[in-house]
């Protein structure tokens, strides 16, 4: 009863920003997303008979660090208490659909900042939730386990299938997944994530988006989303940059008025994060076609053409602020791994 699965974070090009449903986590907007090859989770889980609670480990290892296998669990981070909360409450779906109480050994590592706003629990909740049911053999379908991750959060369904993903917003829990729209080697897109502060943030997004509706704008940005996301797709299927590139930095700046205008005001931008947007508006006029797109956090993803990456990332290097920058394709979805982490 041990499995190990490797899941992508994703970056949304149409955001999900607010939830019509708390409990059942349905989202106000379906959102559109591409995976990401440079930023991952990797968790095992194993449900020993005998373990008398949830034993949970979490470790962040920097990219190119080599990770000594089996892991030893003295040497994990501090998890937080709401933290293995969400984790355990997840597992109890997952034991409920197998009907199964045992306890899990679960370890997860990060190859990135966790909880800098680069979608570490989309890739951790994908990965655990697939993870877990391969140990109690639970096989699910794709979609099932869109569902499923979806309910530990959110933006963790778009990281269950391949390469560009759509999340339909749905009416009930089994009509609210994911799935793939075109395949990770489709286009050769790159993200160039430049990382302005590597530190967790001090709200979460699910506490964040709980008061989407005292902004006043709110309302309008989702009765924008069905065209969007129709917009966004012809630009994907044409393979229209330019297209693409406007819409993908229309929603983020739609989805930071928001935020910006919520009561209490939720500002993640950093001096480091406006530089930037300026500097991509003037890259644009110079002739170099690159579009910005940012979560509920600082940090920035530089959305270009692979023909452009290395001439990007060497401008971005340059700007003061920038402490490291992860470069990512297009990715597939969440996989499972023979190689366990204990
Ligand atoms: C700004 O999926 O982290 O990154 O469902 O409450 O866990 P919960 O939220 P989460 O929200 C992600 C919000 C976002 C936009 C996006 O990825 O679509």
């Given amino acids: 009863m041990k499995a190990t699965a490797v899941a992508p974070a994703n970056i949304a090009f149409i955001k999900y920003w607010g939830k019509k449903d708390e409990a059942l986590r349905l989202p106000l907007n379906s959102s559109l997303s591409m995976n990401l090859s440079g930023a991952y989770t990797t968790t095992t889980v194993e449900f020993p008979p005998n373990l008398l609670e949830d034993d949970i480990h979490m470790y962040s290892a920097p990219p190119r660090t080599k990770i000594q296998l089996p892991l030893k669990f003295g040497a994990s981070k501090a998890i937080g208490s709401s933290e293995r909360e969400k984790i355990s409450h997840h597992l109890d779906r997952i034991r409920q659909k197998a009907k199964i109480w045992y306890k899990a050994r679960v370890a997860t590592i990060n190859n990135f900042p966790s909880s800098a706003g680069l979608a570490s629990s989309a890739s951790g909740f994908a990965a655990l939730t697939m993870a877990a049911s391969e140990a109690f053999k639970l096989k699910l379908s794709e979609k099932e386990l869109t569902v499923l991750a979806r309910l530990g959060s959110g933006s963790a369904c778009r990281s269950i299938p391949d390469g ?33 502060q590597n530190t967790p943030k001090d709200v979460s ?53 928001v935020l910006q205008t919520q009561n209490p005001p939720l500002y993640y931008w950093n001096d480091a994060t406006i530089k930037i947007m300026e500097n ?36 971005v290097r340059n700007i003061f602020g920038v402490l490291e920058i992860i470069s990512n394709k297009p990715a597939q979805g969440t996989k499972l791994s023979k190689k366990h982490l204990f």
């Fill in 164 to 196: 560009f993903v759509e999340w339909r917003e749905g009416s009930s829990s089994g009509s609210s997944f994911a799935y793939s729209l075109l395949p990770s080697s489709y286009w050769k897109l790159c993200d160039v994530i430049a990382i302005v």
């Fill in 205 to 257: 997004t699910s506490d964040g988006m709980s008061s989407i509706k005292t902004s006043p704008y709110w309302k309008g940005r989702i009765n924008k989303i069905p065209d969007k996301i129709d917009r966004i797709k012809k630009a994907l299927l044409e393979k229209n940059f330019q297209s693409l590139g406007e819409i993908l930095e229309e929603d983020c700046l739609d989805m930071h008025r």
């Fill in 280 to 315: 991509v508006r003037g890259w644009r006029k110079s002739g170099m076609p690159v579009y910005f797109t940012i979560d509920a956090g600082p940090n920035v993803h530089l959305i270009c053409e692979a023909k452009d990456e290395k001439t990007l990332i060497e401008k």
